[in-house]
C-alpha cells in the first residue's frame, strides 16, 4: 500500500508546485505595477528654496509649562472703534457705565480718559438645562443660586477701560480679567453701535 500512495502523492505534489509557479503567467499587469520612477521636481533657475532650518525645532524641556502659566497670568486685551472723538466716547461710555448694571466704576481719570471697573460676574444661566427641566430640576431659584459655582457668584472682575485717538474716530480698549473684557467689550459694542 505504500507504493501506491508514493506513486499518487508524488505526481500530486509536482502538479502542485507546477500549478503556484504558474499562476503569474495568467496576472494581469496593470499600469501602476509597469510605472518606472521619473526624475525629481527641480527648482526652476532664478527661485530660491525656502529655509527650512527652523522646521524641526525641539523646544527646551518645561518651556510649554512656562508658557501656559504666562499666558494665564497676563491680562487680556480687546477693544473697539468709534465715530466719535475720544472726549465724546469717554462722556458716552461713563453714561453708559453709569447704569451700573456691567458692575460699579471704581474709579475714572478724565485726564487719561480711562476708567477701573469692577466687573460683574456672570449669573447663571437663568434656564435650566433639559435634564434639570425634565426632572425637576430648577423650580427653586433660590436653591439654584446655592448650588451655583462659587465662580459665578459674588466676585467681580477687574478691567482696565481706556479710550484714545484714532485717526478721526477714536479706540476703545479694555485689559483685564478675560470674563470680564469680555462682558465689557460686548455690552459696549452693542449699546454704542460700532465696528
Not at 27 to 37: G, H, L, N, Y
Not at 62 to 81: E, K, L, R, T
Not at 114 to 124: D, F, S
Request: charged content about 25%; aromatic content about 4%.
Amino acid at each position: 500500500m505504500k507504493k501506491t500512495s508514493y506513486a499518487l502523492v508524488v505526481p500530486a505534489l509536482l502538479l502542485s508546485v507546477l500549478v503556484v509557479s504558474g499562476c503569474g503567467a495568467f496576472r494581469s499587469k496593470k499600469d501602476w505595477e509597469r510605472a518606472q520612477q521619473e526624475a525629481p521636481l527641480e527648482i526652476p533657475p532664478g527661485l530660491d528654496t525656502p529655509s527650512t532650518s527652523a522646521a524641526l525645532v525641539i523646544p527646551d524641556v518645561g518651556s510649554g509649562a512656562q508658557a501656559a502659566a504666562a499666558n494665564q497670568a497676563a491680562p487680556v486685551s480687546d477693544g473697539f472703534i468709534l465715530a466719535d472723538d475720544a472726549d465724546a466716547a469717554y462722556r458716552r461710555i461713563g453714561e453708559l457705565l453709569s447704569v451700573g448694571d456691567l458692575g460699579k466704576v471704581t474709579s475714572h481719570d478724565d485726564a487719561t480718559h480711562t476708567y477701573q471697573i469692577a466687573v460683574n460676574r456672570g449669573k447663571p444661566e437663568g434656564r435650566p438645562g433639559f435634564f434639570r427641566r425634565m426632572f425637576g430640576g430648577g423650580k427653586n431659584a433660590d436653591q439654584d443660586a446655592k448650588d451655583a459655582p462659587a465662580s459665578a457668584a459674588g466676585a467681580a472682575h477687574t478691567v482696565q477701560l481706556a479710550v484714545t485717538s484714532s485717526g478721526t474716530g477714536s479706540e476703545v480698549r479694555a485689559q483685564g480679567d478675560a470674563d470680564g473684557v469680555r462682558r465689557v467689550i460686548d455690552a459696549l459694542k452693542s449699546r454704542m453701535g460700532s465696528k
